[in-house]
T-cell receptor, first 113, second 111 residues
Framework: GENVEQHPSTLSVQEGDSAVIKCTYS??????FPWYKQELGKRPQLIID?????GEKKDQRIAVTLNKTAKHFSLHITETQPEDSAVYFC????????????FGTGTRLQVFP | DAGITQSPRHKVTETGTPVTLRCHQT?????MYWYRQDPGHGLRLIHY???????DKGEVSDGYSVSRSKTEDFLLTLESATSSQTSVYFC??????????FGQGTRLTVV
C-alpha cells in the first residue's frame, strides 16, 4: 500500500523567510496530493492540492511542486507570517479517492516575529 | 466553515464500555469519513461512507463500527473501548473525493 513520509517534523523560521516541507510517496499510481493546515487545537483545513498532470500550483504565498519521477512533492510558503504557524500534513491518493488517502505524519511550523 | 458538527467534543469513558460519536452535516455531501489522530501518525482513516447505508472500512477499522441511516448523520461506535482507542477523532465530509471539510474533533479518553 501507499506510504507517505514527511520531513522535517519541526521547522522554525523567522517572519518573512520562506519555509519548505517535503513529502515522498511510495505508490507510483498516486495522482492526487493535498496539503492540510492544522492550527493548535483546531480542525485540519485543506489549503492546496495538486494532481499529477501538473508540476506546480500556486495560491498567493503558498505553492506546491510535484516530481512524479522522484515521487516527491513539496509545500512552499513564502514571506511567512506568525499566523502561518501550525502543523502541516501532506497526503497522497489514487484518483483522488478519499478512502485511499494516506497522510504524512505532519510538520510543526513555527514562525517567529 | 462548512456545516459539520461533532458530538460530544470531549468524553472520558471506562475500558470495556461502548461509546458512540456523532457527526452531523448540513451540506448534503455524499461522502463522510471518520479519522483518528495520534501523535506521530498523522490522520488515519477508520471508516467512511459513500451514501446512506453504504459504508466501508479504512486502514484502522478494528474495534470500530459505523452507521449512516441518513445523509446528514454518520455515527462511529467503539464496541468495547480500550485504552489504545484514546485519541482525537475527526469527522470529514466531501461532495466528491477526497475529504475537504473536517469537524472540530472529539477528544476521547479511555481510562
Amino acid at each position: 500500500g501507499e506510504n507517505v513520509e514527511q520531513h522535517p517534523s519541526t521547522l522554525s523560521v523567522q517572519e518573512g523567510d520562506s519555509a519548505v516541507i517535503k513529502c515522498t510517496y511510495s505508490d507510483s499510481a498516486s495522482n492526487y496530493f493535498p496539503w492540510y493546515k492544522q492550527e493548535l487545537g483546531k480542525r485540519p483545513q485543506l489549503i492546496i492540492d495538486i494532481r499529477s498532470n501538473v508540476g506546480e500550483k500556486k495560491d498567493q504565498r503558498i505553492a506546491v511542486t510535484l516530481n512524479k519521477t522522484a515521487k516527491h512533492f513539496s509545500l512552499h510558503i513564502t514571506e511567512t507570517q506568525p499566523e502561518d504557524s501550525a502543523v502541516y500534513f501532506c497526503a497522497a491518493s489514487r484518483n483522488g479517492a478519499g478512502d485511499k488517502l494516506i497522510f504524512g505524519t505532519g510538520t510543526r511550523l513555527q514562525v517567529f516575529p | 466553515d462548512a456545516g459539520i458538527t461533532q458530538s460530544p467534543r470531549h468524553k472520558v469513558t471506562e475500558t470495556g464500555t461502548p461509546v458512540t460519536l456523532r457527526c452531523h452535516q448540513t451540506e448534503n455531501h455524499r461522502y463522510m469519513y471518520w479519522y483518528r489522530q495520534d501523535p506521530g501518525h498523522g490522520l488515519r482513516l477508520i471508516h467512511y461512507s459513500y451514501g446512506v447505508k453504504d459504508t466501508d472500512k479504512g486502514e484502522v477499522s478494528d474495534g470500530y463500527s459505523v452507521s449512516r441511516s441518513k445523509t446528514e448523520d454518520f455515527l462511529l461506535t467503539l464496541e468495547s473501548a480500550t485504552s489504545s482507542q484514546t485519541s482525537v477523532y475527526f469527522c470529514a465530509i466531501s461532495e466528491s473525493n477526497p475529504p475537504a471539510f473536517f469537524g472540530q474533533g472529539t477528544r476521547l479518553t479511555v481510562v
